[in-house]
């Protein structure tokens, strides 16, 4: 138990310092993943520049409809696929920061949990006689809380993998999609 002022507010003062680097963490991880987002869109801008202007050049050059639209055909398939492995990539970023976010979180709250914990029988070990019930209800709650993230973070985790699910059959009926196109162009 805290007997005095100054053990009190050397706990406190910890548990601060816990949460704020807690919060850097979290902070440092959406950071890396936002630094990843916009490499990839600086990346697909530049490409894309670059491949519009080929394109635009090849289908100005071409001598009759014929070869213009060829060309055209020709281009679509390829766009398609950059298209979805740029989807690919981005749900990838995504899901590894999530991952990284939940990890991060999960092993604070693991932390914390442990400290609340010791800190309850520390402060159970003097409690007067008669606050048995206080004492229960106190570990009934932090009991709730612990089982309530677990929930929150199944059902996450189980949304994370439904997104992915669903990218990865939204990516199967595209390219199913764009390569009858391009055969029946053909």
């Known amino acids: 138990m ?60 071409a001598k009759d409809a014929q070869e213009f639209f060829n060309l055209t055909t020709a281009q679509a398939k390829p766009n398609a696929e950059k298209a979805l492995a740029y989807g690919r990539h981005l749900a990838t970023i995504t899901s590894a920061t999530q991952q990284e976010f939940t990890k991060a979180v999960e092993a604070h709250i693991a932390e914390t949990n442990a400290k609340v914990i010791s800190l309850i029988d520390e402060v159970t070990k003097n409690a007067p006689a008669g606050s048995e019930q206080a004492v229960t209800a106190l570990k009934t709650v932090v009991g709730n809380i612990n089982a309530g993230y677990e929930q929150l973070s199944k059902t996450t985790k189980q949304a994370v993998a439904t997104l992915e699910e669903n990218l990865a059959n939204a990516t199967k009926q595209f390219t199913q999609a764009a390569e009858k196109t391009t055969a029946k162009k053909k």
């Open 2 to 61: 805290y007997t005095t002022p100054e053990q009190f507010l050397a706990a406190s003062k910890n548990g601060f310092e816990a949460q704020f680097a807690a919060l850097t963490a979290l902070n440092k991880k959406a950071f890396e993943g936002f630094e990843q987002f916009v490499s990839l869109n600086v990346n697909a801008a530049k490409a894309t520049f670059e491949e519009s202007t080929a394109a635009a050049q090849q289908l100005v050059s």
